[in-house]
């Protein structure tokens, strides 16, 4: 089944205690992304990775880390975590960029005090 | 720049009636539009997508939405709501990455 798996789905933390989210897709698609959805803002891109080792900073990136050592792995990371954080996030994937389907993990809601 | 604007944050409509959740799109280039459906607890999926191959595109689960260049307009419509279409709507445009909009949650009463 075609599908973008994130890890975890939900996870509270205390402030500075470096995390990551995991997220990955089996589909052997180039282009992934991480977004936060917080309510009345719709979901915003935070980073993004057109292919293996190529990212680039979306229009929220303060505060988080990515990487992209392989197609099918795209781990958000946060070295010290603040409550302004706190959020839902979402992983997606698609085949390339422009008009062609996202696919999106479940989210992980990340609480952080 | 692209942007998308959802006009309403909330909508309750009873179940059979019209769905008519609003979008206005600012692009300078022939748009690639989007509608995604968020599912309580679930991640976003794609009701449909504007190819410019024709501007009414159907979707899926009944939904579907006309394009129009003169209103710079993109709305979702549905005839007759169900109980299950209770979610959340989002309307985007591509610009070198995803821009949604703010989203609106459709609430379906019995």
């Known amino acids: 089944e075609a599908q973008v798996t994130q890890n975890p789905r939900y996870l509270i933390t205390v402030t500075g205690k470096k995390l990551t989210v995991t997220c990955s897709q089996n589909?052997?698609?180039?282009?992934m992304s991480w977004y936060r959805q917080d309510p009345g803002l719709g979901l915003r891109q935070i980073y993004y990775?057109?292919?293996?080792?190529?990212?680039d900073k979306g229009d929220v990136p303060e505060g988080y880390k990515v990487s992209r050592k392989e197609k099918r792995n795209f781990p958000l990371i946060l070295e010290s975590p603040s409550p302004n954080q706190t959020s839902l996030y979402f992983c997606?994937?698609?085949?390339?960029?422009?008009?062609?389907?996202?696919?999106f993990g479940q989210g992980t809601r990340l609480t952080v005090v | 720049a692209q942007s998308v604007t959802q006009l309403g944050s909330h909508v309750s409509v009873s179940e059979g009636a019209l769905v008519l959740l609003r979008c206005n799109y600012s692009?300078?280039?022939?748009?690639?539009l989007f509608w995604y459906v968020q599912y309580p607890n679930q991640g976003l999926q794609l009701l449909l997508k504007?190819?410019?191959?024709?501007?009414l595109v159907k979707g899926i689960n009944g939904f579907e939405a006309e394009f129009k260049k003169s209103e710079t307009s993109f709305h979702l419509t549905k005839p007759s709501a169900h109980m299950s279409d209770a979610a959340e709507y989002f309307c985007?445009?591509?610009?070198?990455?995803?821009?949604f909009g703010q989203g609106t949650e459709l609430s379906v009463k019995p």
């Open positions: 997606a994937s698609s085949l390339q960029q422009g008009n062609t389907e996202a696919f």
């Open positions: 589909m052997n698609h180039e282009y």
């Open positions: 990775s057109m292919n293996v080792e190529v990212t």
């Open positions: 692009s300078s280039v022939p748009p690639y």
């Open positions: 504007y190819t410019s191959a024709a501007t």
């Open positions: 985007a445009v591509w610009g070198g990455k995803l821009i």
